[in-house]
C-alpha cells in the first residue's frame, strides 16, 4: 500500500472511505462522494499551509 491512495467500502457504514498512506482521510456513501471528500480535504491542506507561509512574510516584514 505505499505511496497509493486505496478506495475502500466499510460494508457496516455504508460508506466509501479514501486510504493514503495508511491514514483515512475522506469518506462518503459513493465512490464519487468519498473521492470529493479527499479532494477538499486536500484543498483544506493546502490553503493552511499557503495561508500560514504568507502569515510568516507578512510578520518578516
Given at each position: 500500500?505505499?505511496?497509493s491512495i486505496d478506495l475502500e467500502f466499510d460494508k457496516e457504514s455504508g460508506e466509501y472511505y479514501i486510504v493514503w498512506e495508511p491514514v483515512v482521510i475522506a469518506?462518503?456513501?459513493t465512490a464519487d462522494e468519498a473521492l470529493q471528500d479527499l479532494k477538499e480535504a486536500?484543498?483544506?491542506g493546502v490553503d493552511t499551509m499557503i495561508d500560514?507561509?504568507?502569515e510568516n512574510i507578512k510578520k518578516e516584514d
Open positions: 500500500m505505499a505511496n469518506t462518503g456513501k486536500a484543498h483544506f500560514r507561509k504568507l
